[in-house]
């Protein structure tokens, strides 16, 4: 029955106000059933756990969401609160970081800007560059994370080697109206309306500054500071073959009476073409195929799409530490039809400079234990 079917959690719960929703109390009581998995959250949480107790980050946390439609199967990170106890917590444990935190995420934002300069056709699979290890603009210096000039490259070792020099000539292909055009049409810079309070919206104010070099940055993920959630549905338009989702936690009500109401996701939006999604999620097999601790990681039977980022920390009063980093690992699976997107990432992890070092072994650990609980058939 199309009216026991709702397209918005909120409209369901807060409209007519004065009407039959709290007139008619016993008939609007019962349950709201979730999206999440039970068991996809324990080994969520277990595998959360088991980063902290090895790299002591001062937050982590995940998400593990459907790229298609933006549901979400699991959101978790610590530190966090027994609300059975919670005065036995600080006030801070109870902020939701997945959707109130924002933090400048790093290099795994590169994958959206190539995605954006081949989408615009400003370049194609088949474009080389001068990779000079180190490009000066407005006076600021752009490195490459070891410094390392690489010479004429084509542009898919921008991913694969994680080359910041690389991301600038991408931003500087587009200009920096397009580039940033596309940036917030991945969403950047948006609340993505998800069914949950208090949902931050980042600080990006350098998308839309007409100076290069902060278009530049922006392009690897430093200099704009968006939430976990904001960056895992900017990236699943990447696998999903283009279309913005909208990120949701509530499947149904379930009234005492019998009526169960399906909370319908809103429809996505265009942002890239198909072909363009195709394109860079290629690109990202190979990354895992043969870049990823040269290719260690590489799953005969599955096509995996990934990529690090390891991003400097910002100080509170202006600049960056050279000792502190936020590593994040993003990744969708099977890579050309993907049905699960997991997103991990911790703040000041001690002893590893790196996001392959800390986060590859648990990424996998949560594919392999996906691929397994929902008995996901080999794509290749």
Request: zero cysteines; hydrophobic letters at 40%.
């Amino acid at each position: 029955n199309e009216e026991d079917v709702y397209s918005n959690l909120f409209a369901e719960l807060f409209a007519n106000v004065d009407g039959d929703t709290f007139n008619n109390v016993g008939n609007r009581q019962g349950d709201i059933v979730l999206t999440t998995d039970i068991e996809a959250s324990r080994f969520l949480y277990k595998t959360l756990n088991e980063i902290e107790n090895e790299w002591h980050g001062d937050t982590v946390g995940g998400i593990i969401m459907d790229p298609r439609d933006g549901r979400i199967i699991a959101m978790d990170e610590i530190p966090s609160f027994d609300p059975n106890h919670y005065g036995d917590y600080d006030i801070s444990s109870y902020k939701n970081n997945m959707i109130s935190g924002v933090y400048e995420m790093g290099s795994i934002i590169k994958p959206i800007t190539m995605a954006a300069a081949i989408d615009a056709e400003v370049v194609n699979v088949n474009t080389t560059y001068n990779d000079t290890g180190v490009v000066e603009m407005n006076g600021y210096k752009v490195r490459n994370f070891d410094g390392v000039a690489r010479g004429v490259i084509n542009i898919h070792e921008i991913l694969d080697q994680s080359l910041n020099v690389g991301i600038v000539y991408l931003v500087k292909q587009l200009g920096v109206e397009k580039f940033s055009e596309y940036m917030h049409s991945f969403g950047i810079g948006g609340a993505t309306g998800i069914d949950l309070p208090n949902e931050a919206e980042g600080l990006t104010k350098n998308l839309d500054s007409s100076v290069l070099v902060d278009s530049a940055t922006s392009g690897f993920g430093q200099g704009i500071a968006i939430t976990p959630l904001e960056t895992v549905r900017a990236l699943a338009v990447i696998g999903n073959g283009g279309i913005l989702v909208n990120p949701y936690i509530v499947d149904s009500i379930v009234y005492d009476s019998g009526v169960e109401k399906k909370i319908i996701p809103n429809d996505g939006v265009r942002v890239i073409q198909a072909s363009t999604s195709e394109i860079v999620s290629r690109m990202l097999v190979h990354v895992v195929d043969q870049s990823l601790k040269k290719g260690a990681y590489k799953m005969d039977h599955y096509s995996i799409a990934a990529k690090t980022g390891t991003a400097q920390i910002p100080k509170p009063g202006g600049g960056y530490y050279d000792d502190r980093y936020l590593h994040s690992f993003f990744g969708y699976f099977p890579a050309y039809d993907p049905k699960f997107i997991i997103f991990l990432f911790h703040v000041h992890p001690k002893g590893a400079e790196y996001a392959s070092a800390t986060l590859t072994d648990p990424f996998f650990r949560i594919v392999k234990f996906l691929i397994n609980y929902y008995s996901l058939p080999p794509d290749r």
